[in-house]
């Protein structure tokens, strides 16, 4: 940031001096040093405001209510689980109406769906402060509600080796035997 007689000075746009001289836009970016200096221009370091995650603070070092962020984390952990419950509601309606069995694989998942947000919610509730919510709700654990998957290992090649296959050619009233792998 470059500043003259106290007032700002913007890369890529004209200024006027005090005593009416007029620069074009480009002139801060081709300036020396020396240019500069001559006409009192000073060169200062742009203010860098630190960091700081908005869903947990509202400034720097200034954290958000504590029981307030705890309870809109549960909230939405409900509302993911209650999404995510939704796709297969349809099969226990089906179960209540018509008495047809809802497979087993369903209500594992439907299960795991129930416990994954039960333990989001208890380690919701476990933390003692903002930075330790916002470490939790920003890790890899929040966001996973499946369990975790296995590698696959690849299948091993099976090569199958043709047998070679004796074919005969006729050219010209002459027989040849040829051999094609």
Same mark, same amino acid.
């Given at each position: 940031?470059?500043?003259?007689? #106290?007032?700002?000075? %913007?890369?890529? /746009?004209? !200024?006027?001096?005090?005593?009416? %001289?007029? !620069?074009?836009?480009?002139? &801060? ?9 001559? &006409? #009192?221009?000073? *060169?200062?370091? +742009? ?7 908005? %869903? ?8 958000k209510d504590l029981d307030q962020l705890k309870e809109q984390w549960t909230a939405q952990v /409900?509302?993911? $689980?209650?999404? &995510?419950? $939704?796709?297969? +509601?349809?099969?226990?309606?089906? /179960? ?8 087993? +694989?369903v209500l594992a998942r439907r299960s795991e769906i129930r416990t994954y947000s039960g333990e989001k919610e208890v380690a919701i509730t476990a933390c003692v402060d903002v ?10 654990? =929040?966001? %996973?509600? *499946? ?16 047998? $070679? ?5 006729? =050219? ?10």
């Amino acid at each position: 940031m470059y500043t003259l007689n #106290g007032k700002t000075l %913007r890369l890529d /746009k004209a !200024f006027t001096t005090e005593d009416g %001289r007029q !620069f074009p836009r480009n002139w &801060l970016r081709l300036s020396t040093k020396a240019d500069r200096d001559a &006409l #009192g221009i000073v *060169e200062t370091p +742009d203010v860098v405001t630190p960091y700081y995650d908005q %869903r947990f603070y509202w400034g720097p070092q200034n954290p958000k209510d504590l029981d307030q962020l705890k309870e809109q984390w549960t909230a939405q952990v /409900k509302q993911i $689980a209650g999404t &995510l419950l $939704a796709q297969t +509601d349809w099969y226990v309606t089906r /179960k209540s109406e018509t008495d047809t069995a809802v497979p087993a +694989d369903v209500l594992a998942r439907r299960s795991e769906i129930r416990t994954y947000s039960g333990e989001k919610e208890v380690a919701i509730t476990a933390c003692v402060d903002v930075a330790e919510l916002a470490a939790y709700l920003t890790g890899p654990d =929040f966001n %996973r509600w *499946e369990p975790p998957t296995e590698p696959e290992t690849p299948a091993e090649e099976v090569v199958v080796e043709e047998p $070679a296959v004796e074919e005969t050619i006729n =050219f010209s009233n002459t027989s040849t035997s040829v051999t094609i792998l």
